[in-house]
């Protein structure tokens, strides 16, 4: 029997007022890869993430997670996956495996599997060491290797990560994602993550999906994407040609750059 696809949305539509974030999106994400979805600020991306996450209503029929309907069962989806957003959800008055702790009583990780659970999170992104220190005395890097810790505890099958990597320097966004290169091996599990970086996407990403205004305009492998461009394109170069260089509004319009910018500088 052939395995349901990770993620499928099917006319997926969602409006803010008179604001169309997301307009008609399609999308299949097959299960073990890891699927980029890039666009500018207001493309719809993070309105696409939270509909997937149930965050944000949506009708039956529109979303699927492992063929589970995101409409008529949110408390079964939401077993399926864990969740990074933007903003910082660590807690830096709490250790780090008190962090990943409290995740696992959220997630309703039986008691008695918890410090074990807590313990294989911490040591897959490599805090183990440092599991007892304050959250507040860690970098940038790690704080979001703990985010994705508290992500793991509950041993999702999709991981979905919105701007991992946002305001991190080079060399902490690298270990970053080595660690969830490394963990995505070990377990098979499917990441959609979304991110500004084209490096990132080119390097780590098997497809790619460029939304813009609400749609999406490409889809395929970041090669497949580059030579339809022409001889030597770059993703950044098929980034600019799909969304004709526009800088479009912040989802969440002000709210949304204040709370971007919150946690680019908590992250230091």
Same mark, same amino acid.
């Given at each position: 029997?052939?395995? $349901? ?33 890039? !666009? ?11 509909? *997937? ?24 989806? =939401? ?14 008055? /709490? ?14 990780? +039986?008691?008695?599997? =918890? ?27 790690? *704080? ?11 041993? $999702?099958?999709?991981? *979905? /990560? ?7 320097? +080079? ?8 660690? *969830? ?40 492998? +970041? ?28 989802? !969440? ?8 910018? =919150?946690?680019? =500088?908590? /992250?230091?």
């Amino acid at each position: 029997m052939t395995e $349901p696809a990770a993620v499928r949305c099917t006319g997926l539509s969602h409006s803010f007022g008179a604001t169309r974030a997301v307009d008609g999106v399609d999308l299949e994400i097959h299960p073990g890869e890891v699927f980029g979805l890039l !666009g500018p600020n207001g493309a719809g991306k993070t309105t696409t993430l939270r509909m *997937i996450t149930t965050l944000l209503p949506t009708t039956p029929d529109r979303i699927t997670v492992f063929g589970v309907d995101v409409a008529r069962r949110r408390m079964a989806v =939401r077993r399926l996956i864990g969740y990074v957003p933007q903003q910082l959800s660590a807690d830096g008055a /709490l250790t780090g495996r008190e962090n990943v702790a409290l995740f696992a009583r959220l997630f309703d990780v +039986p008691r008695r599997q =918890r410090a074990e659970q807590v313990r294989l999170a911490l040591d897959l992104v490599g805090l183990a060491g440092d599991a007892d220190r304050t959250a507040k005395t860690y970098s940038g890097g790690m *704080i979001r290797r703990l985010e994705l810790a508290q992500a793991l505890v509950s041993s $999702p099958r999709l991981l *979905i /990560l919105d701007e991992p990597t946002i305001g991190l320097d +080079p060399v902490a966004r690298s270990s970053v994602w080595d660690r *969830i290169a490394s963990i995505r091996e070990a377990t098979g599990m499917t990441v959609l993550v979304t991110t500004h970086y084209m490096d990132e996407a080119e390097q780590y990403c098997d497809r790619v999906a460029l939304m813009h205004a609400g749609r999406i305009r490409a889809l395929g492998t +970041p090669a497949e994407l580059e030579a339809g461009l022409g001889p030597e394109s770059t993703l950044d170069e098929v980034f600019r040609a799909v969304t004709g260089n526009r800088l479009d509004r912040e989802e !969440g319009g002000i709210r949304g750059v204040r709370a971007t910018r =919150r946690t680019a =500088r908590r /992250l230091g």
